[in-house]
């Protein structure tokens, strides 16, 4: 929400066609629940994104901030194939670590 009474679908994404209403004219709950950008936002999971849905890792990242990936994409559903490779890899990085520090303690 900006300080006209503007309330923006995310506080990173303040662009005239992210705005679902004005509390000045509507109440904030009736923003929420009958904002189609809402509505949409709430319908939005990493099984119906396009990319996410066929990522295996999908469930730990979540589809990643969809402010930064329509700002790289220009589409809100979209997907910044460079933040999947470093999610993944970090991802990734932190299994073998745990898995290898499991595995010392087991041999101690």
Known sequence: MDSKGNVYLCKLMHEP???????????????????????????????????????TFKEFCGGGCRAIQASETGDINGTNYLECIYIRKSFRKQMWNYFKKSKKEVLI
């Open 17 to 55: 066609n992210m705005l679902a209403g004005n509390i000045k004219v509507q109440e904030l709950s009736k923003i929420y629940h009958q904002s189609p950008l809402f509505i949409e936002a709430r319908k939005r999971t990493v099984y119906n994104l396009p990319e996410c849905k066929k990522c």
